[in-house]
């Protein structure tokens, strides 16, 4: 398991390529895109760590959504050197993400069913909140895109600007359109 030091020097090394430093973090936390992560690592780690945890969880969660209007699920497990190029309108359900994953604006990350009060529709028979999206590492996401449902994304795939990915991408690949279809393997 990677420690909480480690994310933040990945993050802080993908967003700066300088050493890792706590007074360095500090001073990127006036960068939108780094604090949107940085308050998403505090709350990740807080969730487990019993009620008191719970409540610093969502303070954390709640300072993100509010201040960057960036919504990532305190259950989503995040690799090292994350970047959101501009937090505004992320969605991240509970996915997991690999290291080094780019994702711009207005993306949407999760499940494929629709909740309706009490009832939850679905697209296909027998899907449940494990149907999440898996992205392996160095995975780009251009604004505007959604993800969503029970795939993986590859290492190094590419995913186009408001594209809607439904199914698999493999590694080294780049999807587009909607619904999103390979146009490139390198």
Known sequence: MVSFRDLVAGDMTRQTDAPFGWLRAIALLRRPSFASVFFHRIAHCCVSKGMIGKAMSLFFYNLAYTCYACDIS????IGPGFVLSHPTGVVIGHSTLGKNVTIMQNVSVGVRKVCV???????????DFSDVPVFGDDV?????????????LGNRAIVGANSVVLKDVPADATAVGIPARIIEKT
């Open 117 to 127: 009060g009490l009832k939850v529709a679905s697209d296909e028979a027998g899907t």
């Open 74 to 77: 305190v259950y989503a497990t």
């Open 140 to 152: 780009l996401v251009y604004p505007g895109a959604v993800i969503a449902g029970r795939i993986k």
